[in-house]
């Protein structure tokens, strides 16, 4: 689940995630299916960074994050998504 999100710098966010095992689902997930505008996806122990083409697709971005985090959190499932 993801836990933390955060903007990191004018177009990109770090997603904090409580495992690494959940890392390196959300990763495979953002490599296979990229989210619309996102250029690069970097996964790290606990973190995930998403950098985007522009500021507006990184808000974009955030605002479905937030959705599904809170959609998650009510529902104690996993976040999975799909850009189109």
């Known amino acids: 689940m993801i836990h933390t999100i955060r903007e990191a710098g004018p177009r990109a966010l770090l997603l904090e995630l409580e495992t690494l095992d ?10 296979s299916t990229p989210l619309q505008g ?3 996806a970097v996964a790290a ?8 083409v522009s ?3 990184l808000r974009a971005a955030g605002r ?5 985090r809170s959609a998650s959190s009510r529902r104690r499932m996993p976040v999975m998504w799909s850009s189109r």
């Open 45 to 52: 122990a606990r973190t995930i960074l998403l950098r985007f």
């Open 22 to 31: 959940e890392v390196l689902a959300c990763h495979q997930q953002l490599a």
């Open 38 to 40: 996102q250029v690069d």
């Open 64 to 68: 479905l994050f937030q959705c599904l």
């Open 55 to 57: 500021r507006r697709a």
